[in-house]
């Protein structure tokens, strides 16, 4: 069974759109770490945010944010505003420190953001 | 710092062929590790390495190989190529997994005819 699932394969929107990624994640452990990374055409993987099980503020940075949900198992992100620099494949990874020694990546959505 | 480096960027070998990818950290981190990334398939995880002379397997370890002698390198090798490990490989590095998180390199392109 897919551990971390990202429903949504392609997104495209117009520029200065408000776009959600969506993240849902399946774990038995209380203690797990949640993570997106950023995969623009250039092909390298750029760390955006890191999140632990009991911290479940939410988190805002400049145009990006995230939803962070344990009664849903989700862990969505939100663009504001985007722009054609945000045009990227978005993963989103699941670990489990008390179970395991690796990352459970999504598929990844691929954002195509037209000006 | 140069974070983590791969060599080469781009490869192309003949099926049969065997051939190491480099990778490598100047961030004296503990943990590193190996993933392959396929079309539509995400990344993952081929071998990891939670220090010098400690490595285990991960979810598609079958035809590679690795070792880590020091901290700083985390070779993976590919013992006899074949056209299903055409992919994109990556290397990444954590001071302290799986708290913490994983900083990736460029990638290594490879195909395998």
Redesign the interface.
């Known amino acids: 069974a897919q551990k971390v699932t990202q429903a949504q394969?392609e997104i495209s929107v117009v520029e200065k759109e408000d776009v959600t990624l969506d993240c849902v994640y399946e774990t038995r452990d209380t203690t797990y770490?949640l993570?997106w990374?950023k995969q623009p055409p250039s092909?390298?993987?750029v760390?955006l945010i890191?999140r632990?099980s009991f911290d479940e503020q939410n988190e805002i940075s400049g145009r990006y944010s995230w939803n962070f949900q344990k009664s849903t198992s989700s862990f969505n992100f939100t663009i504001t505003a985007s722009q054609v620099v945000d045009s990227a494949v978005y993963?989103c990874a699941l670990?489990?420190?008390p179970t395991?020694?690796?990352?459970y990546?999504?598929?990844?959505t691929s954002l195509t953001v037209i000006p | 710092n140069a974070g983590v480096t791969q060599t080469p960027k781009f490869q192309v070998l003949k099926t049969g062929q065997s051939m190491t990818l480099q990778c490598a950290q100047d961030m004296n981190h503990e943990?590193m590790?190996w993933?392959r990334q396929d079309p539509?398939?995400?990344?993952?995880?081929i071998h990891?390495s939670?220090g010098a002379g400690i490595t285990?397997q991960?979810?598609v370890p079958n035809g590679y190989n690795v070792s880590r002698s020091t901290t700083e390198d985390f070779p993976l090798r590919l013992l006899s190529a074949a056209p299903s490990q055409t992919s994109?490989y990556?290397c990444?590095s954590s001071p302290g997994?799986?708290?913490e998180?994983?900083?990736?390199g460029?990638?290594t392109r490879l195909l395998v005819l």
């Open positions: 394969t770490y993570f990374y092909g390298e993987l760390f890191r632990n993963f670990s489990e420190p395991g020694n690796q990352f990546f999504g598929t990844g | 943990y590790s993933y539509g398939m995400g990344l993952r995880l990891y939670v285990d991960g979810e994109v990556f990444a997994f799986p708290q998180t994983q900083y990736f460029p990638g």
